[in-house]
């Protein structure tokens, strides 16, 4: 029996231990920046899976434009830290300028998501088709931050340990959320939207507020991209980039956090892996392009629940949302109550 | 007192009349009963009272308050809880977060409190988890508040379905059908349920149903709908022997 310290403490403190690492390991060269990149898209990849799977896992509805909301994050952050904030300060206001990108997601998401949910069906995944295009050619045709030559001039604010901390705030944001009233409010959605609306939820409220957190993450992925690649143009965040998302969603498994972080995971590792392979057998990078779609296509016919189905890491439950706690709860609630009377 | 109100109500679906000049008189406390054949319009009427459609002509009044144009969940809110013909369920769902989904207006807490989780948040979470396991007692389904809901028995599955009903802390609960499917035991006791849940939560209960033990056995008024159509109303006894009734239900008396 584990003693109630390491239930209550056990998970923060292995986090707390890792966080070291994510900065010695890359500052003496024990890993090499290959590695300590696969690692950060690693780390936005899974911010990534866990905002789009809000909207396509949880609530059943399908977007397909998130590639748009990361572009408003990286463009949004990236003017913040070359324009506005003070160069020297820029590792200071870093976070600040992830929330703002994050924040300016998360209005755009307002603005789709307003319209979108007035009906239901393969409505939002045709909005969410135009607005991504949108965006692209609405950044290319502005001249002052590069048109479709891109935009530049960002430090590399990135870091490894950066990456770590964001991740663990937004999947414990993200875990807050599921396990909330909303988050049953948007499961409640997907299993029976008539029957939702009839025991009090307010589908629209709860629709819109789901979606704007999603395009939230996804601004504040956005920014992290943008400050680790120091350059961004419109061409990143094509219908390609989406489309990598919905991979890892459909691959990790719809309606799991748990999920989301293994299929970021495996996926970004096996696109790698892959560049290496295909470099070594001397086929053209090119045939990476078929591999994604053709994992989307494969998974669909033979798991289309992902890896990890509906099921969730224990670590990632609330400690009173597991099992034990419920029974024990449950004794309470028993041992209070005494023998009341029971329905017929 | 006056607890529910409806006049003249009327829909169209296209061109076809399902519910025409519709009225209803619902007294607190009462057990009122809409029976008819197939496509009489009765599911209709209940949603139109719960605001799934919005009606094509008249008045629904629920203490004091018009109804028409208010939101599904609006109308849950404000006291009117209801089945479902074919039970709907959240079926992947856990037992416990079927009827946790039902206190949604009353979890107490906004989503910065939820994203966070700030000590309110955690707080009232847990007043909504004793309160659903308190309820779910009650039914004697606290036992499998774990259990994904679709794997319950067909009969708790209807429990189940008026316990989530009942976290909404009605005033008025609408059944639709709630014997469809049940051996003549569990009709037995599902009429007590529903005598037991009127008493103990002090409601007022509107009740559609095709069993006729259950509707002469424990409604005090019926309706009888056919076509979108009152065809009679009265004690059970009268619509017993209602010759409009027995036409609807058997047909017309051929002429030898």
């Known amino acids: ?344 | 007192m006056t607890l529910l109100h409806i006049e003249h109500l009327t829909h169209y679906f296209g061109g076809l009349r399902a519910v025409h000049e519709f009225n209803l008189e619902l007294q607190s406390g009462e057990l009122v009963a809409i029976i008819g054949p197939n496509g009489a319009g009765k599911t209709t009427v209940f949603n139109l009272i719960t605001g799934v459609y919005r009606p094509s002509e008249g008045n629904i009044v629920f203490q004091g308050q018009n109804l028409i144009g208010h939101k599904p969940h609006e109308i849950v809110s404000r006291g009117i809880a209801r089945t479902f013909q074919n039970i709907r369920l959240f079926k992947e769902l856990s037992v416990l977060d079927n009827v946790r989904i039902a206190h949604y207006t009353r979890a107490g807490y906004s989503s910065w409190e939820a994203l966070l989780h700030l000590p309110n948040f955690i707080k009232q979470e847990r007043r909504v988890r004793r309160e659903t396991l308190d309820l779910l007692g009650i039914f004697g389904l606290d036992g499998a508040a774990e259990t994904t809901s679709k794997n319950l028995p067909y009969g708790q599955q209807r429990r189940l379905e008026i316990a989530r009903a009942l976290a909404t802390r009605p005033a008025l609960l609408l059944l639709d059908e709630p014997a469809a499917g049940m051996n003549p035991a569990e009709v037995e006791q599902l009429m007590e349920t529903i005598l037991w849940i009127r008493r103990e939560f002090q409601l007022t209960i509107l009740l559609i149903e095709h069993q006729m033990r259950v509707v002469m056995g424990i409604a005090e008024r019926i309706k009888v709908l056919d076509f979108g159509e009152t065809i009679a109303e009265g004690t059970p006894q009268e619509i017993q022997n209602h010759p409009r009734v027995i036409e609807a239900y058997l047909g017309e008396e051929v002429a030898a």
Do not use: C
């Open chain 1, 1 to 344: 029996m584990k003693s109630k310290f390491w239930k209550r403490w056990g998970l923060p403190l292995v986090l707390v231990l890792i966080f070291p690492l994510t900065v010695l390991l890359p500052k003496f060269g024990i890993i090499n920046p290959y590695i300590d990149l696969v690692l950060k898209y690693i780390g936005i990849n899974i911010i990534l899976t866990v905002s789009l799977n809000l909207v396509n896992g949880y609530m059943g509805e399908f977007s397909v434009g998130h590639a748009g909301f990361m572009a408003i994050g990286a463009y949004a952050s990236s003017l913040l830290t070359v324009w506005v904030f003070p160069r020297e300060l820029g590792p200071f206001l870093f976070p600040v300028a992830l929330l703002a990108g994050g924040a300016a997601a998360g209005i755009a998401g307002l603005g789709i998501a307003f319209p979108s949910f007035r009906t239901r069906g393969d409505y939002l995944a045709i909005v969410t088709l135009a607005f991504n295009m949108i965006i692209k050619s609405v950044l290319e045709n502005i001249d002052v931050i590069g048109g479709p030559r891109g935009f530049m001039g960002m430090e590399k604010l990135t870091s490894l340990w950066w990456v770590y901390i964001v991740v663990i705030l937004m999947v414990f944001l993200a875990r807050n959320y599921v396990f909330s009233n909303f988050g049953r409010g948007v499961l409640s959605i997907r299993e029976d939207e008539i029957a939702s609306g009839l025991v009090s939820v307010s589908t629209r409220q709860v629709k819109v507020l789901t979606f704007v957190f999603s395009a939230f993450l996804a601004g504040v992925a956005g920014g992290l991209f943008a400050h680790e690649l120091q350059f961004i143009n419109p061409r990143s965040f094509t219908i390609l980039k989406s489309t990598d998302m919905l991979v890892m969603v459909y691959l990790g498994g719809v309606g799991s956090l748990g999920g989301s972080i293994l299929g970021a995971t495996v996926y970004t590792v096996v696109m790698e892996g892959l560049r290496t392979v295909l470099q070594q057998v001397g086929i053209s990078q090119e045939w990476r392009l078929v591999v994604a779609p053709l994992m989307l296509i494969l998974l669909m016919i033979y798991r289309p629940s992902g890896i990890m189905g509906l099921r969730e890491f224990r670590f990632l439950v609330p400690r009173e949302e597991r099992p034990e706690a419920l029974a024990e709860f449950r004794e309470q609630a028993r041992a209070a109550k005494g023998a009341k009377e029971v329905v017929p």
